[in-house]
């Protein structure tokens, strides 16, 4: 039996600046339209994504991804899960 061991995951909303993650999960808290919409802009697993600002409070955070930059609330932010890329 396989055991994930999940201490080098964090969410995208708790990750360092400018450190390169690959996304891990996405959870489905947000619902399934919100999942798609996700899979749309590019945040599937195995993604490389970097978090390139956090707003004065952490409540809107900037990231690039597949070239392109984004923007996320922290709601979003908490339910992608990603791994530090060494």
């Given at each position: 039996m396989k055991c994930d061991v999940?201490?080098?995951?964090?969410?995208?909303?708790?990750a360092n600046l400018n450190?390169?993650?690959?996304v891990v999960k996405v959870h489905e808290n947000l619902g399934i339209n919100m999942l798609r919409r996700l899979g749309d802009l590019g945040i599937v697993e195995?993604?490389?994504?970097?978090?390139?600002?956090?707003s004065f409070l952490g409540k809107t955070l900037l990231v690039s991804?597949?070239?392109?930059?984004?923007?996320?609330?922290d709601n979003i932010a908490?339910?992608?899960e990603v791994k530090k890329v060494i």
């Open positions: 999940k201490e080098n995951y964090t969410s995208l909303k708790s450190t390169k993650f690959k195995g993604t490389e994504i970097s978090v390139l600002k956090k991804l597949n070239g392109y930059t984004l923007s996320f609330r908490k339910i992608i």
